[in-house]
């Protein structure tokens, strides 16, 4: 059994917030330069030139890529091992997230009550996931997440029936419908089986996976090609100007489901799908 | 075709800008959100004034980060212009002609635009830490308790912007699309 203090996942969350929103990830920037060399649209060429120069800047001046920082994501991966001690979990994320969006000069974009609204002041509390895994460390991941690209995603509860071109025009459709609202290039996150719940989650982890990997089943690896040249052929382009390039990445996760059912979450992401990991 | 404007957002200006048309904005625009384009038409329905002169003005839907030490302002990226749709036609009765966000505008919203000659531009979404650049100046004029979604007046010199939806109507988001798709045929 190894001891691990709250304290230092609060340090790491704090660490880790700021960095996912002042540097995009290697295999995102790989990829809008990939598309931008395939790109044979003006004024998609333009767009794409600017948000290439926008990353830059956040870079090299560690200024948020992005003035929407999100909700702060914060999945940990828990080994079996591991004893917590010196305090409550949840609050320690949370204190990480406070302490990371006011150092970091973050934007504070959580309302305390969805209905009745009121900014928390603080960009808590955190979206938190905990799984447990086997062995003795714990793997943090914060994904901050805007609202522009996660209010176009959706989520549908097919019958078996529908079979594989049902979530075909699903994912089309919910691009289709997104259109310039997500700020595109969009990164698709789809989410297939599991219920209704764990669809809705395997697409959100769809999107922290990086963009130039594939599924490891070579059915749904072939998918992920196929739907990202369909989207692409959708002539929304950067921002919705029309162009070629209207998605830079699609990952697909699975899990078995039900005899009764084929639940499918697709969870929209923008240009700047923000993702970084620390072990500890 | 790209242009360089210079503000206030005249009708006679207005009129010379087209769908598609790529625009470098110099001169004072305000920001506001959902919030605070609430607030503005509920001070309007009781027949206050507004916390700026909107004859003519721009309004940019943008939440900025807070600014670092030595910055005019944070990261400043537009926000999806949809959730102002509500307010949108109120805002351009009373003068409010020009609007800068993302993403896609009710009809009732492109008819009031032709009956006021407003002009909607697309700024990039996302590119936060491009656009601050152009932003000289920022000043806090009201609803200061809405923090990121309080009312700003902001100086911009050459903000790059492209005009989405013109005075008469016309939608790159419909045109742009349309012409790449049949480039490819």
């Known amino acids: 059994m190894r001891e691990i203090n709250v304290s230092q996942i609060t340090d790491v969350v704090e660490k880790l917030c700021i960095e996912a929103n002042q540097h995009l990830p290697e295999d995102v920037k790989c990829a809008i330069k990939n598309c931008r060399a395939c790109e044979d649209w003006d004024i998609a060429q333009g767009v794409l030139d600017k948000i290439i120069e926008n990353y830059e800047i956040a870079d090299s001046q560690c200024v948020p890529i992005c003035q929407d920082t999100g909700m702060a994501c ?18 320690a994320v949370d204190e990480g997230v406070r ?24 960009n808590t509390p955190a979206m938190l996931y905990t799984e447990i895994v086997p062995g003795d460390q714990v793997k943090i991941t914060v994904g901050p997440k805007g609202f522009g690209s996660e209010n176009m995603s959706a989520i549908r509860m097919f019958k078996p029936s529908a079979g594989l071109q049902g979530i075909k025009d699903f994912i089309i459709e ?18 297939i089986g599991g219920t209704f719940d764990k669809a809705a989650l395997l697409a959100k982890k769809a999107l922290m996976r990086p963009i130039d ?22 002539g929304i382009g950067p921002q919705g100007f029309g162009g070629k390039t209207t998605a830079i990445g699609l990952n697909i996760e699975t899990l078995p489901t039900h005899i009764a059912g084929m639940p499918c979450a697709i969870n929209i992401n923008c240009h700047v799908t923000r993702h970084k990991s620390e072990v500890i | 075709m790209e ?23 110099t001169g004072t625009i305000y920001t506001s959100r959902d919030a605070g384009h609430k607030r503005m038409c509920e001070a309007l329905a009781r027949g ?48 409010a002609r020009g609007m800068i ?75 742009g699309k349309a012409a790449y798709l049949a480039s490819k045929k």
Not at chain 1, 174 to 186: I, L, Q
Request: proline share 7%; hydrophobic share 35%.
């Open chain 1, 74 to 91: 914060v999945f940990l991966e828990i080994g079996q091992d591991v004893h917590l001690v010196g305090g409550n979990l949840s609050e």
């Open chain 1, 99 to 122: 302490r990371g969006y006011d150092k970091g000069y973050l934007r504070k974009s959580v309302v305390g009550d969805p209905v009745r609204r009121g900014n928390t002041g603080d």
């Open chain 1, 174 to 191: 919910t691009v289709e419908t997104a259109g310039p609202n997500p700020c595109p290039p969009m990164v698709v996150g789809v989410g």
């Open chain 1, 213 to 234: 990997s594939s599924h490891p089943d070579p059915f749904y690896a072939d998918l992920e090609v196929e739907m990202l040249e369909k989207i692409n052929q959708l």
């Open chain 2, 3 to 25: 242009k360089h404007i210079t503000l206030p957002l005249t009708e006679e200006l207005a009129k010379t800008l087209k769908a598609g048309d790529s625009v470098y904005v």
């Open chain 2, 48 to 95: 206050e004034e507004l916390p700026f002169d909107p004859t003519d003005a721009t309004i940019y839907y943008v939440g900025p980060t807070p600014a670092k030490p030595g910055q005019v302002i944070g990261s400043a990226g537009p926000t999806t212009s949809g959730r102002m749709d509500a307010y949108a036609p109120t805002m351009m009765s009373v003068g």
């Open chain 2, 101 to 175: 966000g993302k993403g896609a505008r009710l009809p009732e919203v492109i008819d009031a635009m032709k009956k006021y000659s407003g002009v909607y531009f697309g700024a990039i979404g996302g590119a936060g830490a491009l656009l601050a650049k152009c932003i000289k100046s920022a000043e806090l004029i009201a609803y200061e308790d809405l923090g990121a979604e309080a009312l700003r007046k902001l100086y911009v010199e050459d903000m790059p912007l492209v005009v989405i939806i013109d005075s008469e109507g016309n939608n790159l988001y419909e045109e």
